[in-house]
């Protein structure tokens, strides 16, 4: 933030003006390894900033919270080989969840979900819960019950969705459910939910290639 103070003469009276410039530059922030969990994410960041996740082995972690603008998101994304929900005793990959946000990997599908252990299915690679306003892109999701999992509280509304360029493989339940297993789940699991009373909604999803 720039402080700037300007002097004028009137009347042969001194008046200052503190003009106060708000222009900042989007930054880079390194998450920590090899797990991460932020209740509010914007505690560390400011819209238009780049969460970066460097190359390693990761257990569960979080970013919620997220409040990114339209014209700002905050932007997720991998340096390197990525390999989250990698540690044992892990359930999930990662649950995000907030506006104007993107999980984003890069073109030679480095941003990896996967199991702890071969043979074992992650219990859900990403979940997103009531976020609306995001792009998810060049994933690489596999060995899980669930790939990417909505599942959003009664009435509310979910909307701008963009997901593409996801290679889904290995999603099965060995357990005893073994035919319940969904690569994409957007719905509700709570079963006292009365999609009557307050159906949840969805506005503007895109999902493609």
């Given at each position: 933030m720039t402080t700037t103070k300007i002097k004028l003469m009137k009347r042969s009276l001194p008046v200052f003006i503190l003009l106060i410039s708000l222009i900042a530059e989007a930054k880079k922030i390194v998450l920590p390894s090899p797990m991460f969990f932020y209740r509010n994410t914007m505690d560390i960041c400011t819209p238009g900033d780049t969460l970066v996740i460097k190359a390693g082995l990761y257990g569960e972690c979080s970013l919620l919270g997220i409040?990114?603008?339209?014209?700002?998101?905050?932007?997720?994304?991998?340096?390197?080989?990525?390999?989250?929900?990698?540690?044992?005793?892990?359930?999930?990959?990662?649950?995000?969840?907030?506006?104007?946000?993107?999980?984003?990997?890069?073109?030679?599908?480095?941003?990896?979900?996967?199991?702890?252990?071969?043979?074992?299915?992650?219990?859900?690679?990403?979940?997103?819960?009531?976020?609306?306003?995001?792009?998810?892109?060049?994933?690489?999701?596999?060995?899980?019950?669930?790939?990417?999992?909505?599942?959003?509280?009664?009435?509310?509304?979910?909307?701008?969705i963009n997901i593409h360029h996801i290679r889904f493989h290995h999603t099965a339940n060995p357990g005893s459910e073994k035919n319940r297993c969904e690569a994409i789940y957007f719905g509700n699991t709570d079963q006292t939910y009365s999609s009557v009373k307050a159906p949840m909604r969805f506005k503007n999803l895109h999902i493609h290639h």
């Open positions: 409040a990114g603008t339209a014209d700002k998101p905050v932007v997720v994304m991998n340096e390197g080989l990525v390999k989250m929900g990698a540690l044992e005793g892990s359930r999930y990959g990662l649950k995000i969840e907030g506006r104007y946000f993107k999980l984003c990997g890069d073109a030679d599908y480095n941003f990896k979900f996967i199991s702890p252990a071969q043979g074992m299915y992650l219990g859900t690679s990403i979940d997103f819960n009531n976020s609306s306003n995001y792009e998810v892109s060049y994933l690489d999701i596999g060995y899980t019950q669930l790939g990417l999992r909505s599942n959003p509280t009664e009435g509310n509304i979910m909307e701008d």
